[in-house]
């Protein structure tokens, strides 16, 4: 077997993920306080405990969403993991940072204050009600790019999330990504609708939450991470500390490849693709870009279990 990690990015988040995973494994419990230590807060009582509101705000659930996918990757390995198994880690958007973590090129506490701040950039790049995205369904990529740039007259419009072959994400200012939205149904599109999210992330438009990164990522450590990463804006495995650290600031304006991505790893003989973390969005895309590649979810310790065996550690 050939396998690679996935790591889940924005919209996964539920109030109560990871709290099994943290109460049967003492590894994964040491995450969430690693994570609250960081930032200084008591995030893992947001995530359990909070209103969902607040952790949907992009600067409490990007680092809360990594911290469920780091404390199921600590489970997995309580439970034996065997990294040989393991060609490469992705992640979706923030799950990149996710996926970095988990190969040990960012360390978990690191990975927090960065994801704490690209969440507080991203939502103040741009003022609420000024941009928008909208998924597109049931048109390629290329019929999507076409629409993003017959929309923008004048304003930005980009193809943001190449998701799968039936799914684009389109992002920009928010009069241009409505008239792609109907463009897109005059194309024949299946379904095209505006999500309810806070910025438009991933396109030109979060050009100054780049520079914020850019200057975040400057004084963070970087390893060369035990896989390589698969990488949203080159869709294919990067292992140079340098290389990571500028795609990390180009990913804010870049588009998320993941199709790509996801065809990137087949080609290179992985067969079997686990999504580590909060719900199970990514493995329905992988499903959808190459059947031939066997998906599992792993969000709980009963999916943990299940995956690797009844060997847990002595705690």
Request: with cysteine; glycine share 8%; net charge negative.
């Amino acid at each position: 077997m050939s396998r690679a990690f996935v790591f889940p990015g924005q919209g996964a988040q539920t109030i109560g993920m990871g709290r099994d995973l943290a109460e049967a494994y003492p590894a994964a419990k040491a995450v969430f306080e690693e994570v609250d230590d960081a930032l200084g807060e008591a995030l893992s009582t947001l995530i359990w405990e909070g209103e969902a509101e607040t952790l949907t705000l992009t600067a409490n659930a990007q680092p809360a969403l990594m911290a469920t996918s780091l404390a199921a990757l600590r489970a997995l390995e309580a439970e034996g993991l065997d990294w040989a198994e393991t060609r490469f880690v992705a992640g979706h958007s923030l799950g990149e940072y996710s996926a970095l973590a988990a190969a040990g090129a960012l360390s978990v506490g690191d990975t927090a204050k960065l994801l704490r701040t690209r969440g507080q950039a991203m939502q103040e790049a741009v003022p609420v009600g000024v941009g928008a995205m909208a998924a597109l369904l049931g048109l390629d990529f290329a019929a999507v790019k076409e629409v993003a740039e017959a929309a923008a007259q004048g304003e930005i419009c980009e193809a943001a999330n190449d998701n799968d072959p039936g799914q684009v994400v389109v992002s920009g200012h928010k009069a241009a990504v409505e008239r792609a939205v109907e463009l897109a149904k005059e194309k024949g599109a299946r379904r095209a609708v505006l999500l309810p999210v806070s910025a438009p992330f991933h396109c030109a438009l979060m050009a100054p939450a780049a520079e914020v990164m850019a200057d975040a990522l400057a004084s963070v450590d970087i390893q060369a991470p035990r896989v390589p990463v698969v990488a949203n804006v080159r869709a294919e495995g990067v292992a140079d500390p340098a290389v990571i650290r500028d795609l990390l600031v180009e990913q804010i304006t870049g588009s998320v490849r993941w199709r790509e991505s996801v065809s990137w790893m087949a080609g290179q003989g992985v067969s079997e693709i686990w999504e580590v973390g909060a719900g199970k969005a990514l493995i329905g895309m992988v499903r959808r870009i190459d059947r031939s590649v066997a998906t599992k979810a792993i969000g709980t310790s009963a999916d943990v279990v299940a995956a690797l065996g009844d060997k847990k550690e002595d705690a």
